[in-house]
């Protein structure tokens, strides 16, 4: 099913932009419509007040009017009102009838409204209908020469001038309230174009869904997603991602605050041009990162975007799978030497050479106790009895010599045969390594071990050139190798396993001038916690 089009927002908000303009317009004129034409009554009621009293002014008039002069008074009072271009000028005796009137049929009759107020010495101004329509008016009492009260002047102005004054200024005002709604309708339109330029001619309703959809999207998703600017600046980041950084990121931060690690920090600065991902360590964690450049079609940088997923448990179980292959080649190793011996000492025998046989057992014997770690006693551990068989064997072939120093001491079974060899595997395979590829003859390698409690301390030293003091700390971090890309991920895995048991990998010396290059590992908790006081029996199995 179809979504039914909605009208364009810009198109809403012009409407809703001229709408508003226009209903404070009306407002506007009509609140300044009430008040002006409140003014304006004022003013006229004050314009007719004011003619009233000059006519009032003239005391020979009301000696007329007190003479009953009628005639003269309506001359006068013609003339006021033509001068004054008033509706009407009526004046009256002190009884209120009319001496002077424009029409001339009203001449002699009361007045309309009541002139008790004039001839009581009071003026007043009001808004009356009278017999020539409404019409603002004021009245003042008529005086002869002695001051005595002979009468009323009452003048009076058309209200329809005042209707046709206040519609004069407001014809003045509506084309300054018809631009104002064009300059609201021409602004509105300038942001509705640049609110389209900025949404990339997407409407609100459509960001709005957008901006979910990315928020679902970047947080249901199991990698890590950190995106910046093209000023380095963090423009957004998931949850994943702060996890997997160990990081607490805020959007707007500098990325060099973040302190990420050295090889995030390289691929971020320069990314690989064919996309290639890296393996970093962060903290504990081994990291696959990815950095891409993000741009318009149009060639407009907008920053880049890194992504990285967590390959800890990948890499740990890779350096544990490699411990128990060499665990069980040299189980296998000894299994075919143990086969062909018995092959050996079976076939003397069916021939009755019995002096023979004792004499080869007598020599495999000897073979067994001399450089054998299989057998040696001091090490109860079958697991790293069997490693060392294996490893001894690829030792040898790469002209190494792996041994076990006489001072080892492990009489107790591993409860953490895993985590163990994974360490010990990895410390020993960089030695190995560092050994043959270095200059020093004889090329050694020489291993201790010893209990402290349940705790296994080891050590591993190497005749290899050794490790140039600036580089004593970063060798620990993820992808730091001598020996070419895509190395460097053992003494890594090794410091974060032991870590997680709640000891620690540490290098204990350089091998600088001639000295022997060598790690140190403590690994507590991984031994049982009831010693062996003397060497094992025939036939007891360890771990």
């Not at 364009?8 to 034409?37: E, I, K, N, W, Y």
């Not at 396993?497 to 709640?502: M, P, S, V, Y």
Request: hydrophobic letters at 45%; a negative charge; one cysteine or more.
């Amino acid at each position: 099913m179809t979504r039914p089009r909605r009208m364009p927002f810009t198109r809403q908000m012009m409407m809703l932009q001229v709408a508003v303009v226009a209903a404070l317009g009306v407002v506007s004129l009509l609140v300044a419509g009430f008040f002006l034409r409140s003014t304006l009554q004022h003013q006229y009621e004050q314009r007719a007040l004011s003619v009233a009293r000059t006519i009032a002014a003239d005391r020979g008039l009301g000696d007329l009017v007190a003479a009953d002069e009628q005639s003269r008074v309506q001359q006068i009072a013609g003339a006021q009102e033509r001068s004054a271009h008033a509706l009407f000028v009526v004046i009256t005796n002190d009884r209120g009838v009319r001496l002077a009137h424009p029409n001339p049929d009203e001449i002699g009759k009361m007045v309309s409204t009541d002139p008790e107020e004039a001839l009581a010495g009071r003026e007043n101004v009001s808004i009356e209908r009278g017999t020539l329509g409404l019409s603002a008016r004021g009245k003042v009492p008529l005086r002869d020469s002695s001051g005595r009260i002979v009468g009323e002047i009452s003048v009076g102005f058309a209200a329809t001038d005042i209707h046709d004054a206040l519609v004069r200024v407001l014809f003045i005002v509506l084309p300054w309230a018809l631009a104002a709604v064009l300059i609201a309708v021409l602004l509105t339109a300038l942001l509705g174009r640049r609110l389209k330029r900025l949404t990339l001619g997407l409407e609100p309703s459509e960001v709005a869904d957008l901006v979910r959809e990315r928020e679902a999207v970047l947080h249901g998703i199991s990698e890590g997603v950190l995106a910046v600017d093209t000023e380095r600046r963090v423009t957004m980041c998931n949850a994943e991602a702060i996890r997997l950084l160990g990081k607490e990121v805020r959007l707007g931060a500098d990325l060099d605050d973040l302190a990420l690690a050295p090889d995030l920090q390289r691929l971020m600065r320069h990314p690989a041009e064919d996309g290639r991902a890296i393996t970093a360590v962060s903290g504990r964690r081994v990291l696959v990162a990815k950095h891409r450049p993000v741009a318009l079609d149009d060639g407009t940088d907008l920053g880049g975007v890194l992504t990285v997923q967590d390959r800890t448990e990948l890499e740990q179980l890779t350096s544990e799978l490699a411990g128990v292959r060499s665990m069980t080649s040299a189980l296998r190793a000894q299994r075919h030497e143990f086969a062909n011996r018995m092959h050996t000492v079976m076939g003397l025998l069916h021939t009755s050479n019995v002096q023979d046989a004792i004499e080869y057992l007598s020599d495999s014997v000897k073979f067994a106790h001399s450089e054998d770690v299989s057998e040696n006693p001091a090490v109860r551990s079958n697991t790293i009895r069997a490693f060392f068989a294996g490893k001894q064997s690829a030792a040898a072939e790469s002209g190494v010599a792996l041994v076990l120093s006489g001072q080892s001491w492990v009489p107790q079974k591993l409860v953490a045969p895993v985590e163990v060899i994974t360490v010990l595997g990895n410390l020993v395979d960089n030695a190995i390594e560092a050994a043959r590829s270095s200059s020093a003859r004889p090329a050694r390698v020489e291993v201790d071990l010893l209990s402290e409690g349940t705790k296994l301390v080891m050590s591993v030293a190497n005749t290899g050139d050794g490790i140039p003091a600036e580089r004593a700390e970063s060798i620990f971090v993820g992808g730091v190798s001598s020996r070419g890309e895509g190395r460097g991920m053992g003494l890594a895995i090794a410091r974060t396993t032991a870590e997680g048991l709640g000891g620690q990998l540490r290098l204990s010396a350089l091998g600088a001038e001639g000295a022997e290059t060598v790690f140190v590992a403590e690994l507590p908790n991984v031994l049982e916690a009831a010693a062996i006081e003397h060497c094992m029996g025939d036939g007891e199995e360890g771990r």
